[in-house]
């Protein structure tokens, strides 16, 4: 038994070689954008299949949403790549079957090559099969062309599709594309805090279904809408949505329903994704309801430094204002001249400032050298005993 939550976002997808059209490829991803990025290799990763140079860059020409695991788009993915293996689709309606250049039919028969057409035509037998026709799948184009095959084949097929599977064009760059796509779960956030509000309120929730109070270790199904506070068993709601569309005799699980309180068309994937979500993604929960930190901008942090040098309550300064501006920058009156043996070098080092009067030119032993700005030579290993100070 899975006890992760339902993923935010996991697609299958079509892609096609911008070389040559001919050359496809079908897999599966949770972030599109990071998996094409690895088929035209500019990220590690990736298929052998599409990892020859001559066939990049690829695109992305359709993707399947709509899974309730990781596991669900790897068996779609199977058979959308083996429609002629594959046991979802009955014998009779098999479009593609692979045969030995002889033409006898093969005991372990090879992958046949398809060409587009033919590819779109099994995606289209698959979402028709009892195996996945209830599975709250949608299908997004984002090449033009495609999506027309797409429309040529299902007016030839003549079999419609169920009632509720959108099939949508997304091929203006400026508005959609794979880049644009939302793969997180902040489209549940709102619902999830609603559902929470409601989960931990004083008073127990009524189920709006069967009228009666939903215990603390029921799952609490809730209703999408922000607006709307229904609130009721799980199997209570399934059993209601299944009573008003029931699209088959063997179907167990719903796909969508009215919401008994409010009456607006609810897709059962979002009522068990945000119920997933609140009862087995702990840390998925504590990251989208995480506050977003507020980064310093340059004013913000200057201030901070100019407070540092303000005066303090009681009308005093801070210790490190009490010093003289040539004690900070240096007194150029204070140098230090020395001579080397040869006298053909001489060198002028300022001392450095200090707080206590013992650093002044009538010390004994002068503070340790600095070396000034545009000096080259350093004098380094100085003997201070046979040092002469020269006023």
Request: with cysteine.
């Amino acid at each position: 038994m899975d006890t992760r939550p339902i993923p935010a976002f996991y697609c299958c997808y079509l892609l096609r070689s911008t070389v040559r059209h001919s050359s496809l490829y079908v897999g599966s991803t949770p972030h599109p954008v990071r998996r094409l990025a690895q088929h035209n290799g500019q990220s590690r990763g990736g298929a052998v299949r599409t990892s020859r140079e001559s066939l990049r860059p690829w695109e992305m020409t359709c993707i399947v949403t709509g899974f309730g695991s990781h596991i669900a788009a790897l068996q779609f993915e199977w058979a959308w790549q083996n429609g002629h293996l594959t046991r979802h689709i009955p014998d009779e309606q098999r479009l593609t079957e692979a045969r030995s250049r002889t033409g006898r039919r093969r005991k372990v028969p090879a992958r046949p090559r398809l060409g587009l057409t033919e590819q779109l035509a099994n995606l289209h037998l698959l979402l028709r099969v009892d195996s996945f026709r209830s599975w709250p799948l949608q299908v997004r184009f984002f090449c033009a062309d495609v999506y027309r095959i797409w429309q040529r084949w299902t007016e030839r097929a003549g079999a419609t599709l169920r009632e509720g599977l959108d099939v949508t064009l997304d091929d203006d760059p400026e508005v959609g594309g794979i880049a644009r796509l939302d793969i997180g779960y902040a489209p549940v956030k709102t619902h999830l805090q609603k559902s929470l509000r409601l989960e931990q309120a004083s008073s127990k929730p009524k189920c709006a279904v069967c009228g009666k109070l939903v215990q603390k270790e029921a799952l609490l199904a809730t209703c999408p809408r922000e607006t709307c506070e229904s609130t009721s068993h799980l199997t209570c709601l399934a059993d209601h949505f299944l009573s008003g569309k029931r699209d088959g005799p063997e179907e167990i699980l719903p796909t969508e329903g009215d919401c008994p309180s409010c009456k607006s068309s609810t897709r059962w994937i979002d009522v068990v994704k945000e119920l997933t979500l609140r009862t087995r993604g702990e840390k998925e929960v504590a990251k989208l309801l995480k506050e977003p930190r507020v980064k310093k901008t340059k004013a913000q942090k200057g201030k901070g430094t100019n407070q540092a040098a303000a005066p303090n309550v009681d009308g005093t300064e801070d210790s490190c204002s009490s010093h003289s501006e040539d004690e900070i920058r240096g007194n150029p009156e204070h140098e230090w001249r020395y001579v080397d043996e040869d006298e053909d070098d001489v060198m002028s080092v300022a001392s450095t400032a200090s707080e206590t009067s013992h650093f002044s030119a009538r010390a004994s032993r002068p503070a340790p050298m600095v070396r000034k700005k545009g000096l080259d030579t350093v004098i380094e290993d100085t003997d201070w005993d046979e040092a002469e100070v020269l006023d």
